[in-house]
């Protein structure tokens, strides 16, 4: 029985598929070569882009090469584009192998690796006859004898662009940016600092084309393009300027000074490019011309013709137009008349290039193949599953034999003889051909022709339409011959990294992927991998029983059988997702937008918006709010939600950036699980969220257990960040703020009871504290605009909760601690707030902590200060009582006396009253407590139970007090000093009033001004 056959060495896979048709052995090139029609046209128009669909013409190879060669044409010029790995190397390849330097023909290769521009010229020189080669040959070796190092040649190259700029003129005569770049560019590449910074390094563009000209090329730096300088080779910084010469500075300048100036610079230097490559050569462009003249000539002496073959035309950069020009020349019909013979041309070349070719030469080409067009077409206009498979199976079979093998067979095979194949010499062979499929007796094994079919159109990563060679033989055929070889010798074939590396799971809907894991977790990736890789219906079946036993892969319990599918489809869309539509109903864009983001996509924004908003109402809804004693409202709702509907739902992978600010995060992953249950959250919503549709049970399953993960995850989260810690607890912090503040306001007294502090807490608060130092008046501002947002947070975690939601009555469980902490600590704030942590709580947590032992102080040292005033201006008994009798006994002794006092009694009288209103005795009672202990903090009720209304009192007092004494003594001054006895002892009595409400009065004075401060 065929288990986890292998019958091949995986380490000669490489040896035998080498997707650079030049470096193929002949012998192993006519092993694996396919014949594929190719797609011929004559040249339409005046260029290339005239070229219609309707002007090509199917033609075989064979059919192609007889028509090239035709004895009518003087002359024939085969252009052969393509992209790159398109088969252009390997259709010039093919045609090398049936045309032979013999009697009539001198046939010329210009590889496309393994050689040089100057061994390129050296070789046509050597076409010529000794005597002939002598004058080129003293051109050729202007170039030096190769003891130049590569630095040396590079400065060269620099050099001359430098030179052929400033040989150049202007491309109209109106452009004056192109006059002044053709003037200062030059200085650019002669400058030292610029050329040893940009222009000499490694990896530049100087460094690329010298080794172009000079050095022997390999296969991983095969010229595929024409080398040129781009944007990026003139990137000039600051320091550029600052080192360069000044000539160099203006340069700077000007291909700095406008966007547009780059480009032009580049378009400018690009154009000398090829004139600059000729001279380091030391071979211009017309020694080129004058070369194949004198070649052709002598050929048409000898009564031959000269046949060219260009692997690829990049590789001739810097002569490539000369010889363009020059193998576009017509030799002799037959008459004589040029004196030259005739000229066949084939290029590979890049459609790109081909493009910009003169208009002359264009209309000289004889001959225009499409390689993008011809790869994989036989016998029809688009690729076909046979026609890959044909190509496959002769390297597989290829890669069976070994080089050895095939060197033998191919010294003895005739033309157009096929390889032997290896299976016939296999025990499996019958059941294995059966079972994977054959082409010319090549097993396919271990593809199918489906499965090469399907994995080809995986590797067109760009969806271009079309069968790329190279990109089959490196990307599928060695990856599965060589890299996963060891799977299917372990009978873990196909592996799902082997799916990955082709695009992963395309067909098969997440239902499906979930149903197969639900099956058999273990090999349900297999699974998945041998449907998309070898069915790519998209269905859940089971396929030929016998490719189920070579991979060693038990059967899907419960699948259908499959149903053989037609794999031919039009070239312009070869997807395996079109080769057999699926039974189903259509996956409407929302679908199809997860399924591309479970796949490995992003995920759209729109579609992520409507999940966000979906998600975030189910996961609010399945968490227990009552049960982790947390407020919904709080939490998920109100204005500063901690769990935020649009930052707190983030997708991965999606195509929107991910907030760093959310407090709580839900990232919601991609797996098939996920995606079906989202699939039908999205269904449901479309139908009032009725979860009725094909499938929907199983959605439904999927999504209940999604959300019941993800409220698990957010409240982790949100209890991760509330949980109490040693140094600190939110609900907690907020209920020592809102208790401090109420402090400073007035509202607690100094043997409050935790139940006072509590209501204090969460009661009103005055606009103004009766503080009179700044700072805690400042303190108590911050706490006062934070006040609302401080009582959210502690009801949110203190509340008795219903719903989620908190209720009228505060937890007194939850409260009472806290509470109890602030009176211990009389007042200090000594919880830590977790570094980093930046939210309000903790920002003003950190703030009123760290402020409110020297705004205390401040406020401590004032009131210190007014009492030890107030003693000394009054003495230790002084009372309101004692200083309104004072000034009412002299407000009364001035009235007996009969002094009017201009009307300054009648207002000492109303601050008197007013004075006898205030607890000014409590003032002062409570400026003595202070006195009681050093800790400021430890005394804040008292700042905010101060009378400051005593002071404005006491101020009013003294100005009245002030006003009166001095109306007063100009009443008795006015008397003079003759006045009778009566009147000079009340002066005298006034005057021991006057004494003893000095230190009243100037007391007073010093209360207002600090009570104004």
Partial sequence: MMRNHLCWDPAGVRQVINPFAEHIPDSLFHAVHSDWDLQVTPPVGQ?????????????????????????????????????????????????????????????????????????????????????????????????GDGTMTPEGRRRELLHHLGQAIREDKPAADTDELEEALIEVLPNLFQDPYMQKEHFLRDGRVAAEIVDHIFEQSHANDRPDRRRLFSTDDLVLGGQDYLNATKLAQHAIQLVEADPANLPAAITVINRNLDKAVARTLSFSGDRVEELMVRLRRHLRTQGRELVMLVEEFARLQGIDRALLQAITTQGDSGQGETGLCRMRTAIAVTPGFFESVEDTAYRRTSHIVDMNRSAGHAHGKSPTSASLASFSARYLNAVRLGRESIE??????????????????????????????AVDGYGLYPFTERALWIGAGRIDRAQTGRLNPRTVQNDLL??????????????????????????GVKQLPLAAETDL???????????????????????????????YESFTIPKIPDAGAGEPANLDFPAS????????????????????????????GGLDATVAQKLRELVYAAVVEAIDWDMLGLSRTFFAGGTKPVFKQGIGISFVRQNTQISK????????????????????LLRASKNGFRWQFDGADRALIAFLDCVEHWSEQVAQQIQLLIAPSATWSHGSAALHLLGVGAAIGGRVKGDATTADLIEAAFGNWPEEPAAASSQLRSLYKKLQRDREELIEIARAQTSSLKGGRPGAMLDPRRVRGPMRQLSREKWHLSMTPPEGDS??????????????????????????????????????????????????????????????????SRQLQDALEAFQSVLFDATVNAARTLLETEDAVASLPEYGRGRANAVAAGTALRVAAERFLDAVESDLQAFGTD????????????????????????DLAAMEARNAA
């Fill in 47 to 143: 260029r290339y882009q005239d070229v219609t669909s309707a002007a090509w013409t199917q033609m075989t190879p064979s059919e192609f090469l007889s028509d090239f060669l035709r004895q009518d044409r003087p002359h024939a010029l085969a252009a052969v584009l393509g992209d790159t790995g398109s088969g252009k190397s390997h259709l010039i390849h093919w045609m090398r192998l049936h045309l032979r330097d013999d009697d009539k023909r001198v046939v010329l290769v210009v590889r496309k690796s393994g050689t040089s521009l100057r061994a390129i010229v050296r070789d046509i020189i050597d076409k010529l006859p000794i005597d002939q080669q002598q004058s080129f040959l003293e051109t050729f070796n202007a170039a």
């Fill in 408 to 437: 033998r067979w191919s010294s003895t095979a005739e033309p157009g003889q096929l390889a032997p194949s290896r299976c016939s010499q296999c025990s499996f062979e019958i059941t294995c051909h059966e079972t994977f499929g």
């Fill in 478 to 503: 060695v990856e599965v011959m060589d890299t996963f070889s060891s799977s299917i010798a372990a009978g873990e074939y196909p592996p799902p990294r082997l799916l990955e590396k082709l695009g």
């Fill in 517 to 547: 894991k639900r099956l058999s977790p273990h090999i349900a990736d297999r699974w998945m991998s041998l449907l998309e890789l070898y069915d790519g219906t998209g269905k859940v079946v089971n396929l030929a029983e016998q490719l």
């Fill in 573 to 600: 869309s070869p997807t395996p997702q079109q080769e057999t539509p699926v039974a189903q109903p259509a996956a409407s864009a929302d679908d199809l937008a997860i399924q591309t983001w479970i796949r490995g």
């Fill in 661 to 680: 600010y959310a407090k709580v995060r839900l990232e919601i992953d991609a797996n098939p699980k996920v995606g079906q249950a989202l699939q039908g």
């Fill in 839 to 904: 939210d309000m709580l903790a920002k003003l947590y950190r703030e009123v902590g760290g402020l409110l032992p020297e705004a205390a102080a401040a406020e401590r040292s004032k009131r210190l200060e007014w009492l030890d005033e107030m003693l000394t201006a009054f003495g230790a008994d002084a009372t309101r009582a004692s200083i309104v009798a004072t000034l009412g006994n002299a407000r009364q002794a001035a009235l007996d006396a009969g002094i009017s006092a201009q009307n300054s």
């Fill in 979 to 1002: 006045q009778d006895a009566s009147t000079g002892g009340l002066a005298g009595h006034l005057a021991s009033i006057d004494k003893s409400l000095a230190s009243i009065v100037d």
